[in-house]
């Protein structure tokens, strides 16, 4: 199974910007649709973005045309670039990486997902 590590959350004013890295400890990112998921206090889980593994990509309306997902499979990583923050960003994020049954896809659904990461704190807070 793959091991999944993120980073790069942190504290930022309104306006800002900040970049997520989700790595594989173990195993080979590329060989997995992965999905990134956001839970605010009091609030389900969420899904935000995802990417395939021919680079398909996925966002949600909320964060559309603010955030960018992207794969560097030299560095066995993937990452989310998030612009514009607003507070109702603060969240946990999490990565999360699934095999798709048929094809190739990614969901925004976190049941389809197998393989979590821990987590990184973002709060956008002035």
């Known amino acids: 199974q793959v091991q999944l590590v993120e980073s790069g959350g942190g504290l930022v004013q309104p306006g800002g910007s900040l970049r997520l890295s989700c790595a594989a400890s173990?195993?080979?990112?590329?060989?997995?649709?992965i999905g990134w998921f956001r839970q605010a206090p009091g609030k389900e889980r969420a899904g935000v973005s995802c990417?395939?593994?021919?680079?398909?990509?996925y966002y949600s309306s909320s964060v559309k045309g603010r955030f960018t997902i992207s794969r560097d499979y030299a560095k066995n990583t993937v990452y989310l670039q998030m612009n514009s923050l607003k507070p109702e960003d603060t969240a946990v994020y999490y990565c999360?990486?699934?095999?798709?049954?048929?094809?190739?896809?990614?969901?925004?659904?976190?049941?389809?997902?197998?393989?979590w990461g821990q987590g990184t704190q973002v709060t956008v807070s002035s």
């Open positions: 999360a990486a699934m095999t798709p049954t048929i094809g190739d896809y990614c969901s925004r659904f976190g049941y389809e997902y197998d393989n």
């Open positions: 173990r195993g080979t990112l590329g060989s997995y649709s």
């Open positions: 990417v395939s593994r021919s680079g398909n990509t």
